[in-house]
């Protein structure tokens, strides 16, 4: 579970990414679980799960890519998140491309943010043009080398960060390159939530736990 977010809710399983850090992924594998990672199913019954708590910051994408979505899929779930203004709602996607072409379709809750998952430089160059606005860089899997963006080039309003916590062989970031990212949020006034994920790396009381202006965790009591 993260931290920056109050919980998850997962109106999609399954994803096309394959990526080798996937916690998901890992989890379906360790738990047994008879999710079927591989295949994206739509789940729509759990659309009712959005209604439940009050003034939380809720994950739609933690099992899934939106970028694999069908378009009655993400209306159904986009209406959903727009129809419970008291929550905010957060979906990621590593392809945030596709992502941004399937959402061209609709209109965005106000109280949706959608973002990229960045793990290279490439792939931040890749999603520049299309202004996410969060910039998830999890896991940090090396120095992007940050230091010449600006607010010309970047637009985000929300910065996540964190690292490979896969069990055994996982990659290790570099002081330096959590650094690269902390540096970035800093110059461009972004805030910044650097995941426990970091805690081995920078320690727990150094983490920056940062929220985007008016969002709140652990239903506004932190
Ligand atoms: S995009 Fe997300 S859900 Fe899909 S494999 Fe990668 S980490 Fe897992």
Redesign the pocket.
Known sequence: MYEWCDRTVNPVTG?L???PW?I??YNCIKFQSHVDMDTPAFHEDRLAQIQQGSNQIILLTS???PADWETDWLSKTLKAAGDTPKHKFVMLS?DFRAFREKMQFFSKPPNLMTGA?IVSRDELERVKPYHPEILCFMPILEKMGLGQESRYTIHAKWIIAGADARQGERIIPKLSWIMDVAGMASKLSIPIWQDNTLSPYLGRRNLKQELPSGWFVNGGKK
């Open positions: 994803c990414r394959h990526c996937c998901s992924r099992m899934s890519d590593r998952t």
